[in-house]
């Protein structure tokens, strides 16, 4: 098995078709399921039966510098969500091309502005993008 070399510039986070870039210090992005794929329930008996579950909905904690961009790109999309509904719908993806990993949501929103704390330094917002339908895959590479 060969050692591979993990390079954050070769993950990229597009939002309505717009790159987004200037993660934050640590993490820039994580993306999950909002809830478990499957559920699990135990009978007294200590018989188990695995549940199916048909969310598939998925969640993007993104992460940017205060200075960064892509800020006003997600602050725009929700005021264009609160000053008329639908008017904020859009597509986020993510992909990072050394390990193959594929996130996307064709529908989107931004479910909060992100909190702006002020300080000594720049600080980081912190963006939750939601999208009823997450796809995930891994490419081969």
């Given at each position: 098995?060969?050692?591979?070399?993990?390079?954050?510039?070769?993950?990229?986070?597009?939002?309505?078709?717009?790159?987004?870039?200037?993660?934050?210090?640590?993490?820039?992005?994580?993306?999950?399921?909002?809830?478990d794929s499957n559920e699990l329930?135990?009978?007294?008996?200590?018989?188990?039966?695995?549940?199916?579950?048909?969310?598939?909905?998925?969640?993007?904690?993104?992460?940017?510098?205060?200075?960064?961009?892509?800020?006003?790109?997600?602050?725009?999309?929700?005021?264009?969500?609160?000053?008329?509904?639908?008017?904020?719908?859009?597509?986020?993806?993510?992909?990072?091309s050394q390990l193959g990993d594929?996130?996307?949501?064709?529908?989107?929103?931004?479910?909060?502005?992100?909190?702006?704390?002020?300080?000594?330094?720049?600080?980081?917002?912190?963006?939750?993008?939601?999208?009823?339908?997450?796809?995930?895959?891994?490419?081969?590479?």
């Amino acid at each position: 098995m060969a050692t591979k070399t993990y390079d954050l510039n070769l993950v990229s986070l597009t939002v309505n078709g717009l790159l987004v870039r200037g993660a934050g210090e640590d993490d820039k992005v994580t993306v999950t399921r909002r809830e478990d794929s499957n559920e699990l329930t135990m009978g007294a008996d200590g018989e188990g039966v695995f549940s199916r579950m048909n969310n598939k909905s998925g969640q993007f904690e993104i992460t940017l510098l205060d200075s960064n961009d892509g800020n006003k790109l997600l602050l725009d999309l929700h005021n264009a969500e609160e000053a008329l509904a639908g008017a904020g719908l859009f597509s986020i993806g993510l992909r990072d091309s050394q390990l193959g990993d594929v996130y996307a949501g064709a529908e989107a929103k931004v479910m909060k502005f992100a909190d702006s704390p002020k300080g000594k330094g720049v600080s980081e917002r912190t963006w939750t993008v939601a999208c009823p339908l997450l796809a995930v895959d891994r490419d081969d590479v």
